[in-house]
């Protein structure tokens, strides 16, 4: 289903809601990602929403607009999260889109009473994350920090053959506009035996793409590479904030713990698998790479594996807030050089009989391209801490200090096809407790 | 709280539930350990339930029976999960324990129709668990693995600092009576580069207790260690399944992930904290280990910070059980030899601000006793696979073949004071996909 194009994608098509017809909106007609959301301020339940310009549809408020599995489907993303919408899959996911798109559509009825502005909304996390897996898809980004930790053996043998994943916090996870306390915990120096303790110095975030499951698989089975996307519901933008100091002490031998959990920020937005068909990319491996073990090989990987996202990180430092400077954009990176794909995370992470369920939520691991200026944090740009970066107002940053916000965005676009965006996900760092 | 007795904990107690006062039962009066049931095969739906004896007290039969604080938590506790009872906090929970042990005691009017036969009962996870965490509290089971992987450096320099923990997997926590698939995943052997694929070959259990979380706290803000029991609800056994060649070749750098989250079982029954607060023991430490950072020492510590729990596990295999030949124990521990204790890993997972929340399970880890008949994994028992286990009927087993059924098992008793039971956790391993 995600693989074929329909009128949904239709380059041509506008809507009667002008502000999605400017070219730079991230929210064309083509694009129809979803939320929950509710009147800021107003203390109402959240419920599903889907943006268009610079508007939400209430789903709520859409009623009996729609027929068929579009109503039915309709029902489930008007609730305060998606799961049930999501666990539905592709059928209905695909119905509710064209009715939207036919209802949002130049020509149709012009409907503004079910629309609320994205200047009068708040956002919820769009789904009851049962689990949050993150991975650590970017060979870059894994050779890049291996060599700061193992410079003999910068990958692990098993890096070409196994999606590395582990499983994070949903507990901490929040939507754009968390702004969490600098994390306090147990760090080593080099000098000493002895640990300190204390706010962590070394606070960094991570540019990672989120991945929603859909329709779950039964504890046992496993869902197989080329069946995998049906189970993806879509992806949005997600900042995996990271403490290098407690990481550094505490990682061995199970893995990041206190280093990851204190916070997770996603955007509030998903784009559906169904939306990104036109932008789809080749999988990308180097002629010497292994090729995938036949569970995560299918026919479609080589060519369209990949999506093509164009992703960037900025920074705000509270003086260049306080001078009215805006964020300065401190890295650029696309999805589209991550080493194993979406359909292969979900083959990999089921192949065991683990049980997905809708509303679980995938990380991509950080997304660092070829080029060093490509680096997806500041641990690769600043080369483990050695080297400060220039900000445009001359500020220097080797890790975040408190009032830093970091925001982060995602597009893609193609000639002659419309920009879709993924909003964007902004946090920032407050002062340790 | 927990540190005092109550005429709950008096070890004259008895009930007019005769099967309770037995004096080998895992379930006097003095127990009174959570779960959620309902009658086997009936379609019902869960509700909460309290062991005495051989019956399970109807949470949400009993009605109007208690009066005040403890009606409150009665109907919380009559809920299909046992969340909102957990999240309501000691002083809910102590006066439904309360009510709960005048209404069993003898001399008390029988009520045998708030009973159900545990022989006709089944169980449910007791709780929606929003996040599960697994921590590695022996020292005797990291040494022993240790000398395994690393024979120069068995215990890693962070060991004796940091209560070393990972996340692990919600969705497939099951309850006593789970059987799983052997899972299938990619291992290397010694020689050669390239993984396999297949059946994992060296599947084992790991003798854990579980840890419920009560109440849970802000994100941002921490849990003091001399606070933490008061957000604990209480204890259980668990049994963390791990395929130790998956893991061996899948856990470098970011920790265990296919290797662990195909299945993790645990026993119906929670154990209160207050049940326990006759049987706690000193917390051990060497003379020689460092003294415990700040925010992980309270003044109860080193008094009462253990627990003084007997585990043992037991294996039936296939050909026993088709022989009739009752399950063998092929090893036994004490929880009390926990290098941290359970106020330590609360406060050490929310220094950074984690937020637990109300119905999370924390697992203790392997736990493994100081001497090599105490180990509590076949990893350890077999030393490393090399050194088959000969079971009493001639079988041998250096790791889990299909059909094998796992038994845990766990109880605490002194002199003078009754002898309180954690049921059993018991899973069988089936062949692969």
Same mark, same amino acid.
């Given at each position: 289903?995600?693989?074929?194009?329909?009128?949904?994608?239709?380059?041509?098509?506008?809507?009667?809601?002008?502000?999605?017809?400017?070219?730079?909106?991230?929210?064309?007609?083509?694009? #129809?990602?979803?939320?929950v959301f509710r009147r800021l301020g +107003? *203390?109402? =339940?959240? /419920?599903?929403? %889907?943006?268009?310009?610079?508007?939400?549809?209430d789903l709520a408020a859409l009623g009996d607009a729609f027929d068929g599995a579009?109503?039915?489907?309709?029902?489930?993303?008007?609730?305060?999260?998606?799961?049930?919408?999501?666990?539905?899959?592709?059928?209905?996911?695909?119905? #509710?889109?064209?009715?939207?798109?036919?209802?949002?559509? +130049? *020509?149709? =009825?012009? /409907?503004?009473? %079910?629309?609320?502005?994205?200047?009068?909304a708040e956002y919820g996390v769009p789904a009851r994350i049962g689990d949050y897996t993150d991975f650590y898809t970017s060979i870059h980004h894994a050779t890049s920090v291996g060599k700061l930790f193992?410079?003999?053996?910068?990958?692990?043998?098993?890096?070409?053959w196994v999606p590395i994943g582990y499983h994070?916090?949903?507990?901490?996870?929040?939507?754009?506009?968390?702004?969490?306390?600098?994390?306090?915990?147990?760090?080593?120096?080099?000098?000493?035996?002895?640990?300190?303790?204390?706010?962590?110095t070394r606070l960094d975030y991570e540019l990672e793409v989120g991945i929603f499951v859909g329709r779950g698989n039964v504890q046992g089975e496993a869902i197989?590479?080329?069946?995998?996307?049906?189970?993806?519901?879509?992806?949005?933008?997600?900042?995996?904030?990271?403490?290098?100091?407690?990481?550094?002490?505490?990682?061995?031998?199970?893995?990041p713990f206190l280093s990851k959990n204190f916070a997770t920020t996603i955007a509030p937005w998903i784009v559906t698998i169904e939306a990104l068909a036109p932008y789809r990319a080749a999988w990308q491996r180097d002629a010497a790479d292994p090729q995938p073990l036949p569970y995560l090989d299918y026919p479609a990987l080589r060519t369209r594996g990949g999506f093509d996202i164009e992703l960037e990180v900025l920074i705000?430092?509270?003086?260049?807030?306080?001078?009215?400077?805006?964020?300065?954009?401190?890295?650029?990176?696309?999805?589209?050089?991550?080493y194993w794909s979406v359909a292969q995370l979900v083959a990999h992470h089921t192949v065991n009989g683990c049980a997905l369920q809708a509303g679980d939520l995938l990380g991509s691991g950080t997304q660092s391209g070829p080029d060093a200026a490509e680096a997806g944090s500041l641990l690769e740009l600043s080369?483990?801490?050695?080297?400060?970066?220039t900000l445009p107002n001359g500020e220097q940053r080797v890790f975040l200090e408190d009032g830093d916000r970091i925001v982060m965005r995602g597009w893609t676009g193609r000639t002659g096809l419309p920009r879709i965006g993924f909003g964007e996900v902004a946090g920032m760092v407050l002062p340790a407790r």
């Amino acid at each position: 289903m995600s693989a074929r194009l329909n009128e949904t994608h239709d380059p041509a098509l506008t809507s009667w809601v002008e502000s999605a017809n400017s070219g730079t909106s991230d929210f064309p007609i083509q694009n #129809l990602p979803f939320c929950v959301f509710r009147r800021l301020g +107003s *203390g109402e =339940p959240f /419920r599903g929403g %889907v943006a268009i310009g610079d508007q939400v549809v209430d789903l709520a408020a859409l009623g009996d607009a729609f027929d068929g599995a579009a109503r039915t489907a309709l029902a489930l993303g008007a609730q305060s999260s998606l799961n049930a919408l999501m666990a539905a899959g592709p059928p209905a996911w695909s119905a #509710l889109r064209l009715a939207l798109s036919r209802f949002l559509r +130049s *020509g149709a =009825p012009a /409907r503004p009473a %079910v629309l609320v502005s994205q200047a009068e909304a708040e956002y919820g996390v769009p789904a009851r994350i049962g689990d949050y897996t993150d991975f650590y898809t970017s060979i870059h980004h894994a050779t890049s920090v291996g060599k700061l930790f193992r410079p003999d053996e910068p990958l692990l043998p098993n890096y070409k053959w196994v999606p590395i994943g582990y499983h994070g916090r949903a507990s901490t996870i929040g939507v754009s506009g968390q702004d969490f306390r600098r994390p306090i915990g147990q760090t080593r120096s080099g000098s000493g035996n002895e640990p300190q303790f204390g706010p962590c110095t070394r606070l960094d975030y991570e540019l990672e793409v989120g991945i929603f499951v859909g329709r779950g698989n039964v504890q046992g089975e496993a869902i197989e590479a080329g069946q995998a996307e049906e189970h993806v519901f879509g992806l949005c933008l997600l900042n995996d904030w990271s403490a290098r100091d407690i990481q550094a002490w505490e990682y061995q031998p199970l893995g990041p713990f206190l280093s990851k959990n204190f916070a997770t920020t996603i955007a509030p937005w998903i784009v559906t698998i169904e939306a990104l068909a036109p932008y789809r990319a080749a999988w990308q491996r180097d002629a010497a790479d292994p090729q995938p073990l036949p569970y995560l090989d299918y026919p479609a990987l080589r060519t369209r594996g990949g999506f093509d996202i164009e992703l960037e990180v900025l920074i705000e430092t509270e003086t260049m807030r306080r001078d009215g400077v805006p964020p300065a954009r401190i890295s650029q990176s696309n999805f589209r050089h991550s080493y194993w794909s979406v359909a292969q995370l979900v083959a990999h992470h089921t192949v065991n009989g683990c049980a997905l369920q809708a509303g679980d939520l995938l990380g991509s691991g950080t997304q660092s391209g070829p080029d060093a200026a490509e680096a997806g944090s500041l641990l690769e740009l600043s080369a483990g801490g050695k080297q400060a970066l220039t900000l445009p107002n001359g500020e220097q940053r080797v890790f975040l200090e408190d009032g830093d916000r970091i925001v982060m965005r995602g597009w893609t676009g193609r000639t002659g096809l419309p920009r879709i965006g993924f909003g964007e996900v902004a946090g920032m760092v407050l002062p340790a407790r």
